[in-house]
């Protein structure tokens, strides 16, 4: 599993893969926590659980994503390794360890406005699933 | 690319059709300002979003597409269109996340050699006071009753909360506040979002800058404007912030159930919409509006604490400092307005995104103060290079539903820009042209670079030479706060 930036004109993409569809929601979740500021410099000092319901894998990314911008913005959360506790028949549960954002100790990087269905691609590629998700910034 | 573009038919100097028959299901044609520099930026994927918005029911004339034109969601940042309000639709596409992104310009009695003794020590201060980057808070925390007294009175309720003077009031476009904001339309998350977020200036291509008047096109004007050579004024870009894209999120599910309720078929499912008159468009426009009426507000407060910090850090008393408004912009809206269309007054939806407003001298909607002159249009470039005051003309209402450019429009990617940047010291190099730069964000100084955008100049041109505004100003950044 993992993840990489995508280059985008004026906003920024992500590129999540997995040997499993479960996998690449991971990768998908610690790079947009990526975007938001470093993941080394987060420490795993709590963890939340979400749940998001959704009629596709892309409409489940999309929303999900968002629900964890809110978090952020709400809560100050950012997470480093999030775990997948259910996931199918159209829902996921995750739990995600991290610590609250401190603009002394974490790395100002990405401020995302929302996670669009823009270009957004979930599909199986050989032996590895891949996603792609716009962000806008 | 090459073979796309000769579809496009160049009208004149400034101006490029995208005909009807550039893509089957257009109603009207696309037409974007560019001259034929511009026109060698253009993307292939923002013509189609321009000829994509043509095929939307109820558009009115043209889809239409500034200089500043690049790729949106859905519509193209740097669109206008004008929909029916019996026929046409309302989509978020075409207003953007940033719900009034606008801009906000400030005159002072300062001269640039009073300030620039002073400049450092203001751009810490402002630093300071005003907050911005990632996971940033206002200084404000506000109960669940003000925020919805923001929604509903916008830049009025920060003056009533004694942040600025009712006479700043009549200098916001809209005086401030759309009425029809209806705040139990908006979701809890956005409230949630919006609560701790209300004076803080976010991130990007959000700024706070001081800058200075080096050049006037049009002295007329720029006196009746209350401007002069080497003025110092300040300028704040920023928007509804978490708040705002809370409600286009929110809403973006809601039209993507309206389209399929209502059959409306679309080339591009991220031109979301309702036909204007169902419940679903009511409700996005209520709650569009309380977000709206949200960014005067923010704007209003930090223009307030701006004002605060240049007289704690000079030590001027108010009327001596004389920071007074000129204008407030959204560039990010979609508004109710009476146009002439074959001669005959219409009520249209206007969907501004990332495009000025730019009514002409005389309009009805325009404050005293510049019913001689047109409405002031502010337009923002890269913090290296240059920002804009342009009026707006009678050649707009004709042309653009009275729209003009919104800023200069990137040209790099933010990672060709970072790639760009490296091994230079873009702070440094800013510096040495006397341009101070404080910014959180740990790669805003490169991806937010000049050469990162189109020359703000080449843009501004082309909408004074097609005639939809004219230049009034140049200002020159000397202090630039970035989230």
């Given at each position: 599993m993992g993840y990489e930036t995508v280059d985008v004109m004026g906003d920024v993409g992500l590129r999540a893969w997995g040997e499993t569809l479960q996998e690449a929601f991971r990768s998908a979740i610690a790079g947009m926590y990526g975007l938001i500021t470093d993941l080394d410099s987060?420490?795993?000092?709590?963890?939340?659980?979400?749940?998001?319901?959704g009629d596709s894998p892309e409409g489940l990314l999309v929303g999900l994503l968002n629900e964890l911008?809110?978090?952020?913005?709400?809560?100050?959360?950012?997470?480093?390794?999030?775990?997948i506790e259910e996931f199918g028949e159209g829902r996921i549960k995750v739990r995600i360890f991290g610590e609250e954002f401190e603009r002394e100790r974490h790395p100002s990087g990405l401020l995302l406005k929302a996670a669009t269905y823009h270009g957004l691609k979930v599909e199986k590629m050989g032996s590895r699933w891949q996603m792609e998700i716009i962000f806008d910034i | 690319m090459a073979v796309e573009a000769l579809r496009l038919r160049r009208l004149d100097a400034n101006r490029v059709e995208v005909p009807k028959d550039y893509k089957s299901g257009m109603s009207v044609p696309g037409i974007i300002f560019v001259d034929e520099v511009l026109e060698k930026?253009?993307?292939?994927?923002?013509?189609?979003?321009?000829?994509?918005?043509?095929?939307?029911?109820?558009?009115?004339?043209?889809?239409?597409?500034?200089?500043?034109?690049?790729?949106?969601?859905?519509?193209a940042i740097g669109g206008v269109a004008a929909f029916r309000t019996d026929s046409g639709i309302i989509s978020p596409g075409g207003v953007g996340y940033d719900?009034?992104?606008g801009v906000r310009l400030l005159r002072s009695s300062l001269t640039r050699e009073e300030v620039v003794p002073r400049l450092r020590d203001l751009v810490q201060v402002l630093y300071r006071e005003i907050p911005s980057g990632v996971g940033s808070k206002g200084k404000l925390r506000l109960t669940r009753q003000e925020m919805e007294r923001v929604c509903r009175r916008g830049a009025g309720w920060a003056v009533e909360a004694g942040m600025g003077e009712a006479a700043d009031l009549e200098r916001i476009e809209s005086g401030g506040v759309i009425d029809g904001a209806d705040p139990s339309l908006v979701s809890e998350k956005a409230y949630e979002r919006g609560k701790s977020q209300l004076g803080s200036l976010g991130s990007g291509n959000h700024f706070l800058e001081i800058q200075y008047i080096d050049e006037i096109y049009d002295e007329d004007a720029a006196r009746a404007l209350g401007l002069f050579r080497n003025q110092v004024t300040v300028m704040i870009h920023t928007g509804s912030r978490g708040?705002?894209?809370?409600?286009?999120?929110?809403?973006?599910?809601?039209?993507?159930?309206?389209?399929?309720?209502?059959?409306?078929?679309?080339?591009?499912?991220?031109l979301a919409c309702a036909p204007f008159q169902s419940p679903e468009a009511r409700d996005y426009l209520a709650a569009m509006r309380a977000a709206a009426?949200?960014?005067?507000?923010?704007?209003?407060?930090?223009?307030?604490?701006?004002?605060?910090?240049?007289?704690?850090?000079?030590?001027?008393?108010p009327n001596r400092l004389g920071m007074s408004l000129i204008y407030d912009v959204a560039h990010n809206v979609a508004k109710v307005e009476e146009h002439e269309i074959d001669g005959k007054k219409e009520e249209l939806?206007?969907?501004?995104?990332?495009a000025t407003r730019a009514f002409p001298p005389g309009h009805p909607e325009l404050p005293q103060a510049y019913r001689k002159t047109g409405q002031p249009v502010l337009i923002p470039g890269d913090m290296g290079r240059a920002s804009f005051v342009l009026l707006g003309s009678q050649s707009a209402m004709r042309q653009t539903f009275g729209?003009?450019?919104?800023?200069?429009?990137?040209?790099?990617?933010?990672?060709?820009?970072?790639?760009?940047?490296?091994?230079?010291?873009?702070?440094?190099?800013?510096?040495?042209r006397g341009i101070l730069v404080m910014s959180a964000g740990r790669e805003t100084l490169a991806e937010e670079m000049s050469e990162a955008y189109k020359d703000i100049s080449n843009v501004v041109d082309v909408v004074h030479n097609a005639g939809i505004s004219r230049k009034v100003v140049r200002l020159r950044p000397m202090g630039v706060v970035k989230g």
């Amino acid at each position: 599993m993992g993840y990489e930036t995508v280059d985008v004109m004026g906003d920024v993409g992500l590129r999540a893969w997995g040997e499993t569809l479960q996998e690449a929601f991971r990768s998908a979740i610690a790079g947009m926590y990526g975007l938001i500021t470093d993941l080394d410099s987060i420490e795993e000092k709590k963890s939340i659980e979400v749940s998001h319901q959704g009629d596709s894998p892309e409409g489940l990314l999309v929303g999900l994503l968002n629900e964890l911008i809110y978090i952020f913005e709400t809560e100050d959360f950012v997470g480093k390794r999030p775990e997948i506790e259910e996931f199918g028949e159209g829902r996921i549960k995750v739990r995600i360890f991290g610590e609250e954002f401190e603009r002394e100790r974490h790395p100002s990087g990405l401020l995302l406005k929302a996670a669009t269905y823009h270009g957004l691609k979930v599909e199986k590629m050989g032996s590895r699933w891949q996603m792609e998700i716009i962000f806008d910034i | 690319m090459a073979v796309e573009a000769l579809r496009l038919r160049r009208l004149d100097a400034n101006r490029v059709e995208v005909p009807k028959d550039y893509k089957s299901g257009m109603s009207v044609p696309g037409i974007i300002f560019v001259d034929e520099v511009l026109e060698k930026d253009l993307e292939q994927k923002s013509i189609d979003q321009v000829a994509n918005v043509a095929m939307l029911p109820g558009i009115v004339g043209a889809s239409l597409a500034m200089p500043d034109i690049h790729m949106g969601y859905g519509f193209a940042i740097g669109g206008v269109a004008a929909f029916r309000t019996d026929s046409g639709i309302i989509s978020p596409g075409g207003v953007g996340y940033d719900i009034n992104c606008g801009v906000r310009l400030l005159r002072s009695s300062l001269t640039r050699e009073e300030v620039v003794p002073r400049l450092r020590d203001l751009v810490q201060v402002l630093y300071r006071e005003i907050p911005s980057g990632v996971g940033s808070k206002g200084k404000l925390r506000l109960t669940r009753q003000e925020m919805e007294r923001v929604c509903r009175r916008g830049a009025g309720w920060a003056v009533e909360a004694g942040m600025g003077e009712a006479a700043d009031l009549e200098r916001i476009e809209s005086g401030g506040v759309i009425d029809g904001a209806d705040p139990s339309l908006v979701s809890e998350k956005a409230y949630e979002r919006g609560k701790s977020q209300l004076g803080s200036l976010g991130s990007g291509n959000h700024f706070l800058e001081i800058q200075y008047i080096d050049e006037i096109y049009d002295e007329d004007a720029a006196r009746a404007l209350g401007l002069f050579r080497n003025q110092v004024t300040v300028m704040i870009h920023t928007g509804s912030r978490g708040f705002g894209h809370q409600v286009c999120t929110d809403y973006l599910e809601v039209m993507e159930k309206a389209v399929r309720k209502y059959g409306i078929s679309l080339p591009d499912r991220e031109l979301a919409c309702a036909p204007f008159q169902s419940p679903e468009a009511r409700d996005y426009l209520a709650a569009m509006r309380a977000a709206a009426n949200y960014a005067w507000a923010n704007r209003q407060a930090i223009m307030h604490w701006t004002r605060e910090s240049f007289i704690g850090v000079l030590g001027l008393a108010p009327n001596r400092l004389g920071m007074s408004l000129i204008y407030d912009v959204a560039h990010n809206v979609a508004k109710v307005e009476e146009h002439e269309i074959d001669g005959k007054k219409e009520e249209l939806v206007v969907h501004r995104k990332g495009a000025t407003r730019a009514f002409p001298p005389g309009h009805p909607e325009l404050p005293q103060a510049y019913r001689k002159t047109g409405q002031p249009v502010l337009i923002p470039g890269d913090m290296g290079r240059a920002s804009f005051v342009l009026l707006g003309s009678q050649s707009a209402m004709r042309q653009t539903f009275g729209s003009t450019c919104h800023g200069a429009g990137r040209v790099l990617s933010r990672h060709q820009a970072i790639r760009q940047a490296r091994g230079r010291f873009i702070r440094r190099e800013l510096e040495e042209r006397g341009i101070l730069v404080m910014s959180a964000g740990r790669e805003t100084l490169a991806e937010e670079m000049s050469e990162a955008y189109k020359d703000i100049s080449n843009v501004v041109d082309v909408v004074h030479n097609a005639g939809i505004s004219r230049k009034v100003v140049r200002l020159r950044p000397m202090g630039v706060v970035k989230g």
